[in-house]
């Protein structure tokens, strides 16, 4: 892969619906809440699950209360689960393979995130210093998910996320040190229902910040870190969220915002937002 090619526009961390199995759809279990308005447990297909591994209601979701679906995002772990892991056999065509494909889904989910953090890193000039350990790194998560059911099975999650966090932390020092200014830390913060409209949060640390139903409307969120913030029912109404580091799509579909909201040019603005 060439230094200009961005790491983290590849197909394989997009979600390609088209060649999965509808995993998310099986796999998955959902409690009867504001984001979906019934019981599923992991391993029974969804009632709006069609023959094709469609979904019935894809663009009238939100209107059918199932919210959590528009926030979801795989990363591309679906096909690659669907056509790498398995080979293109989908648990229907295959009943005895179902159990370990919804097992080995969630992995490589979990790996696909890690992927997609890793990704955005090597696509900051900033992070130059660590570019070859965060490469060494991409490359052995990826030959990863390509590796067999069983292996992955076996993999310890939480052990490789120690072992990257601190490569994403360094990246994210490096980019925040060009902002001028002190930067304020709320790492691990809880802001929920927070009042912050307008904050100059330019370069902040919000790492893992439980962000909840906070008022961040008008706020210069530009360059902040925001890996593993909770954004849910976020007021992101006229911020700006430009180079916002680590920042994912579910994030920005679980949070409210509008016309004015800035979103970084890799994201998309979530269509149920306020015109």
């Known amino acids: 892969m060439s230094e200009r090619t961005s790491y983290a526009a590849q197909p394989d ?143 310890d999650v939480d052990a490789l996320r120690g072992e990257v966090n601190p490569l994403l932390l360094r990246t994210s020092e490096l980019a925040r040190a060009a902002v001028p200014g002190r930067k304020k830390n709320h790492r691990g913060a809880h802001l929920m229902g927070s009042r912050l409209r307008g904050a100059n949060l330019r370069g902040a640390s919000l790492r893992g910040a439980l962000l909840i139903a906070a008022d961040l409307s008008g706020s210069d969120l530009r360059d902040a870190d925001l890996i593993g913030a909770d954004m849910r029912d976020t007021n992101l109404c006229g911020a700006d969220l430009r180079g916002a580091l680590f920042l994912t799509q579910p994030q920005l579909n679980a949070a409210r915002g509008d016309a004015r909201t800035k979103v970084p040019q890799s994201l998309q603005r979530p269509p149920h937002w306020a015109d």
């Open 13 to 155: 961390l997009q979600a390609d619906c088209g060649n999965c199995f509808g995993l998310c759809c099986v796999a998955l279990p959902f409690s009867r809440s504001s984001d979906f308005p019934v019981d599923k447990s992991a391993g029974t297909p969804c009632g709006n699950l069609q023959d094709d591994f469609g979904c019935g209601i894809h663009r009238r979701l939100r209107d059918q209360g199932y919210n959590g679906c528009t926030v979801f995002d795989c990363f591309g772990a679906g096909q690659k689960v669907s056509q790498v892991t398995f080979k293109g056999v989908s648990w229907r065509e295959e009943p005895d393979s179902a159990r370990a494909m919804y097992e080995v889904f969630p992995v490589v989910r979990q790996l696909h995130e890690l992927l997609k953090y890793v990704a955005q890193a090597l696509d900051l000039p900033a992070a130059g210093p660590v570019h070859g350990d965060l490469r060494r790194a991409y490359e052995r998560l990826d030959a990863l998910t390509r590796d067999t059911a069983e292996v992955l099975l076996a993999v």
